[in-house]
């Protein structure tokens, strides 16, 4: 008997070492360098640890299933790499968690405000969890035993890389999984002094699949995660204290840095009157365009209230109720001072309760029948200055409620298909008021019917998807159709995002040739890929795959050589082309960098062949040679990887433009822009060496003389302004 105590002594106390290793594994004694982990593989973990972990089987599940398969990389099968499937749950993961009442529609990870997610994940609630875990074989093989029936995720991960593959069943042989490169996002935690947070929780959250990676911000408050497989995600940082801080993205490129900034919470204090009089028991709430009402709390008998936890850079709307009383303000953290300050609280905030009107009752039409969908609309004002103060529709029922409003003359509109508009108009006391109200609908005569059309023929669609170079979907990138032009080019026909799967499906207008065209591009990542396609009447499946990124650097400078430093630089897609504003207006193209003192720029993954670089400065363009149908942009060939981009300082011809008699033209159009000046004086951008042409139109109004213009042809110099004098009306 001792002997046998003795053995299960000895079983209880490896498995008591064990839980200690694995709690020593967890996020919060992550490795000094800040390496991020999942939940299921922890960087403080020991290799023998880890292969404990990944022999054992799940409890409850049925033996009888698993799902086999190969990982493979860039090179061939890979080995030792972990493999995990996870599974989301119904109204738990938050992946799957729905914003309100309705099944469909976006998640929990789109909709809940960043308080309330950070409460979650800190809780580790709402994360899919891994019920298998595996390692690979010398030739790539892997078996994930004791599984139930159901569809699973399955990742793959590595200090190579990392991958994903979504939706494989239970009892699957031969599935491939694909280690690509991954995603390593980088950065670092500050608080609102600039000052470093060191043990922030920074989590990062699969989107379609609600997994989390996690990494501890070190004394510095810098953090690392990965690699993580490419996909969207949220990212959410969080420290006790402090106000948390989320951010998307769509991790393709190797490296994704990011900076948060970490603030304290606000309190805004006050209290609540009504004739002077403190008012006890008055609910007291805040309000905000970016996540609507957020904190409420009562007055207590001296009136007084206390709101914590407010964001500061956030505008607020404080709003007091009590019985048919209410009052508002607007509360701002921000003094608006140079250079800004915050304040830490607002204890000074006076709410005056007034009477407030609303209005409720039934629609219903001629027979007695309510009426559902009719908007109804409460206004204060009359003709075109009413004003809108409540909006809403009625229910199944007929029934509406609106207000509140200021007591007094208010008009109730009523607007509903097949039946004609009307109105209301009284003076409404403080108060509840009800209006029941009748609408006609309109006469037979009146309703013009749509005539069905006749069946015609369905459209044919292109689908597909958009995979990265290992064939992985890439989720969130743009898919332009383009029809063949009548003139040989191309015109866009419809476009569309890609799903967390990388699908997409796009309807053509006709049977006819198209070219279509992907892109991605985030930060200093841009991959396209074209494909061009032949419709018939039947739907055309296309696969439009990314090649393997490549690094594309390079520097601008003057034309003298010198480095240009804060010249904004983009790299998009071709389809995509901003113009000169007539020379002087530059339309930013999507994300974009800025070169440094040396003038050098660098974007670390770039693939495809519809790219050019766009390239802007004030006060700068591109010399004329470059300049083509006033774009500003370069074309980049196909692997190229250095580029030097020259940008010459913008100059001008300026003038005056006058009548016979000298007295200025002070409202007139120069080559297409409208100007207005006391003194009739101009400013044409110079692009190029050589002639400039000048046409200038007097338009202004008290003479009469929108038909009157000149003409005028200076030499000019790029880089060298020129003063043209006074052009002449001559008034033939």
């Not at 990389?73 to 890979?78: H, N, Q």
């Not at 003359?409 to 209006?435: I, K, M, Q």
């Not at 383009?482 to 499906?505: E, I, K």
């Not at 006033?630 to 433009?657: C, D, N, S, T, Y």
């Amino acid at each position: 008997m001792k002997r046998h105590g003795w053995k299960w002594g000895a079983v209880l106390g490896v498995l008591a070492l064990v839980l200690w290793f694995a709690s020593r594994g967890a996020p919060e004694a992550a490795s000094p360098g800040g390496q991020g982990s999942s939940r299921d593989f922890h960087a403080g973990a020991g290799p023998r640890l880890q292969a404990l972990f990944a022999s054992a089987a799940p409890d409850g599940g049925d033996a009888a299933l698993r799902i086999r398969g190969h990982v493979r990389g860039a090179d061939g099968p890979v080995a030792g790499a972990r493999v995990f499937a996870s599974a989301s749950v119904a109204e738990e993961s938050l992946s799957e968690l729905p914003c309100g009442e309705a099944d469909t529609g976006p998640s929990a990870l789109d909709c809940y405000g960043v308080g309330r997610l950070a409460g979650l994940v800190t809780q580790r609630s709402g994360e899919a969890p891994v019920l298998a875990r595996a390692t690979s074989g010398e030739d790539g093989s892997f078996s994930l035993e004791g599984l139930k029936a159901g569809h699973y995720a399955l990742w793959v991960e590595s200090p190579e890389g990392a991958g994903v593959r979504q939706d494989v069943a239970a009892g699957d042989e031969g599935v491939e999984l694909l280690l690509g490169a991954g995603v390593r996002v980088s950065g670092r935690v500050l608080d609102e002094d600039k000052a470093p947070v060191a043990g922030a929780l920074v989590t990062a959250i699969f989107k379609a699949h609600s997994r989390f990676f996690e990494s501890v911000t070190d004394g510095t408050g810098h953090f690392r995660l990965g690699p993580l497989p490419r996909g969207e995600y949220v990212l959410l940082v969080s420290k006790e204290g402090l106000l948390p801080q989320k951010e998307e993205f769509t991790g393709y490129g190797g490296e994704v840095e990011r900076k948060f900034y970490l603030f304290r919470p606000r309190r805004v204090s006050g209290r609540v009157v009504s004739a002077g009089a403190p008012v006890a028991g008055a609910s007291v709430r805040t309000w905000s365009h970016e996540v609507g009402a957020e904190l409420e709390a009562l007055t207590d008998a001296a009136g007084r209230f206390s709101l914590e936890g407010l964001e500061p850079l956030r505008s607020y709307e404080l709003i007091a109720t009590q019985d048919t009383l209410w009052a508002n303000t607007r509360v701002d953290f921000d003094t608006g001072e140079d250079p800004p300050r915050l304040l830490a609280e607002r204890t000074d905030i006076t709410l005056e309760l007034e009477p407030i009107a609303e209005v409720k009752g039934v629609v219903r039409d001629a027979a007695g029948k309510p009426i559902e969908g009719v908007s109804v609309s409460l206004c204060e004002g009359e003709g075109e200055d009413a004003v809108s103060v409540s909006e809403g529709w009625t229910d199944a029922e007929g029934k509406y409620h609106l207000g509140p409003a200021a007591p007094g003359p208010l008009r109730l509109e009523f607007v509903a298909e097949n039946y004609s508009p009307d109105s209301h108009e009284a003076r409404f006391p403080a108060g509840t008021s009800t209006v029941d109200f009748v609408l006609q609908r309109v006469p037979d005569e009146e309703v013009v019917e749509e005539e069905p059309e006749e069946p015609s023929e369905p459209r044919p669609s292109v689908v597909g998807e958009v995979v990265d170079e290992l064939g992985a979907p890439v989720p969130h990138a743009e898919v332009i159709l383009w029809s063949a032009a009548s003139s040989g080019g191309w015109q866009a026909s419809g476009s569309t995002t890609t799903d967390a799967r990388g699908h997409f499906a796009l309807e053509a207008s006709s049977n006819s040739r198209y070219r279509v065209t992907a892109e991605f591009a985030q930060d200093d990542v841009t991959h396209t890929a074209s494909r061009v396609v032949e419709l018939d009447k039947e739907d055309v499946r296309v696969q439009l795959r990314f090649e393997q990124g490549h690094v594309l650097s390079g520097v601008v400078v003057d034309s003298r050589g010198q480095p240009l430093e804060g010249a904004s630089v983009a790299l998009r897609s071709s389809a995509r082309r901003p113009f000169f504003h007539h020379g002087r207006r530059i339309h930013a193209v999507g994300s974009s960098q800025q070169t440094g003192p040396d003038g050098r720029f660098r974007f670390q993954s770039v693939s495809g062949e519809l790219l050019e670089l766009y390239v802007w400065k004030l006060d700068y363009v591109l010399p004329c040679a470059q300049q083509a149908d006033g774009r500003i942009a370069l074309a980049v060939k196909p692997g190229e990887r250095e580029l030097r981009v020259v940008l010459v300082r913008m100059a001008f011809a300026q003038g005056r433009f006058a009548r016979k008699d000298g007295t200025p033209v002070t409202s007139f159009v120069v080559n297409g822009e409208g100007e207005y000046h006391p003194d009739g004086r101009f400013s044409v951008p110079i692009q190029c060496t050589g002639p400039l042409q000048l046409e200038l139109i007097d338009v202004s109004d008290d003479h009469g003389r929108g038909s009157l213009r000149v003409r005028h042809s200076v030499a000019v110099r790029e880089e060298v302004d020129v003063d043209v004098g006074t052009i002449f009306l001559d008034g033939k």
